[in-house]
């Protein structure tokens, strides 16, 4: 019996042990894998100098540099509408016509009433020629004693009436002739053309359609040359010059930059947004712009061809409270670092104040890490070249460099 109580003991006290064991192996175990978890991975990069931009970034609604709102100047029933949205036309084409039957009815009752005001002209003037003969007649009569001077004096007064008859027929004339002149204008009226080349972006009437002079019946834009109006901020508004090219992208078109002039420039700025119109114009000659589509510009003030900057993304904080993670290379732990910016753009930022060329920045992962926290790092080259070599003026940043 004693000797099975000394097996349980035994039995007992090695399963506590082997517990014991288990739970301090685990232990050495937590405190293993807790030391390399205080142990961040992160990317880190050396600080360098490299060329760098200063531009402004905008946005802006595309819009016709050219357009025509067609409409009539006579009240009337549109009889064609040749046109659609869509269709392209030419300088000149006629793009509506009205109902033209009761002008036409007018052009030819006019063109007759001249017809007949020329005929009666010419049947005058052959009587005033008549009443003059008449005239000579009788003073050769009175130098033979034959006519008398009451005679003569009745033809010369049938031909100054003859005369005036003349004078009245030839102003019936004009009457009739500007008549006619009025009447063919009233037809080309309804004749409806356009005055610039472009392409049909609205049509708002249909054959048979009343039209009115205070209806727009069609809209016409120019698609060779396209603007765009951006609001400029006062802090840039002296850096921006009449003649500067900018580059513009749109959305639709992934891929394309297209260049545009700057032509325009507001004399004063918005006392409520202080910010000043700035107009920009786009050479468009494939028509791949259009009216209404969102634009991003993109204007280059001023290069640095040397400046030290960093991958923007090694940059946090606000305006005024911005900073950057450096590696101690002695202990290879993360030290949070002040710093002023200047130009920003996605991919760099200028540094101004507060790293010295040559310095680790973390890149990679610097949101999970905080000053003093062990680093495993990989360095990764740290010049940067942009594609537009430019950077866009970091705003918050700026009013912290001044």
């Avoid at 009889?79 to 030419?90: I, W």
């Avoid at 947004?273 to 920009?280: N, P, Q």
């Amino acid at each position: 019996m004693r000797y099975i109580l000394f097996l349980i003991s035994v039995g007992l006290a090695g399963a506590f042990g082997w517990h014991l064991y288990g739970d301090s192996l685990a232990s050495v175990e937590s405190k293993s894998k807790e030391k390399k978890a205080d142990v961040a991975a992160v990317d880190v990069v050396r600080v360098v100098r490299q060329p760098i931009a200063e531009r402004i970034e905008l946005v802006g609604s595309l819009e016709p540099v050219t357009e025509v709102q067609i409409r009539s100047r006579l009240s009337g029933y549109l009889g064609k509408v040749p046109f659609d949205v869509g269709d392209h036309v030419e300088s000149g084409q006629t793009v509506i016509e009205l109902d033209d039957a009761s002008t036409r009815e007018l052009v030819s009752r006019a063109t007759a009433a001249e017809q007949v005001a020329a005929a009666q002209l010419k049947a005058q003037i052959a009587r005033e020629g008549q009443a003059l003969r008449e005239v000579e007649r009788q003073r050769e009569l009175a130098t033979s004693g034959v006519s008398t001077n009451q005679q003569i004096e009745e033809a010369e007064s049938a031909l100054s009436v003859s005369k005036a008859e003349t004078e009245l027929e030839r102003a019936r004339l004009a009457q009739a002739k500007a008549d006619l002149e009025r009447a063919r204008l009233a037809l080309n009226e309804l004749q409806i053309s356009t005055p610039i080349s472009g392409y049909v972006a609205e049509q708002n009437c249909d054959v048979g359609d009343l039209a009115r002079a205070e209806d727009a019946l069609m809209r016409i834009v120019d698609l060779s040359s396209i603007r765009t109006v951006v609001n400029v901020v006062e802090r840039d508004y002296a850096k921006i010059k009449l003649g500067e090219t900018a580059t513009v992208t749109v959305d639709g078109i992934p891929n394309r930059q297209f260049t545009g002039r700057i032509v325009r420039q507001a004399p004063v700025l918005d006392p409520t947004t202080r910010t000043a119109k700035v107009m920009i114009e786009i050479a468009n000659e494939d028509a791949l712009l259009k009216p209404g589509m969102h634009g991003r510009v993109v204007i280059t003030v001023s290069r640095l061809a040397r400046a030290l900057a960093v991958p923007s993304s090694a940059v946090h904080g606000q305006a005024g409270e911005q900073f950057v993670y450096t590696v101690d290379e002695a202990r290879n732990v993360a030290v949070r670092q002040p710093v002023s910016v200047g130009f920003r753009d996605g991919e760099l930022t200028q540094v101004l104040m507060g790293l010295n060329e040559n310095s680790l920045v973390v890149t990679l992962g610097g949101r999970l890490i905080k000053d003093g926290d062990a680093l495993d790092f990989e360095e990764l080259p740290g010049e940067v070249v942009t594609s537009e070599f430019s950077a866009v003026r970091n705003e918050s940043s700026a009013d912290a460099a001044e």
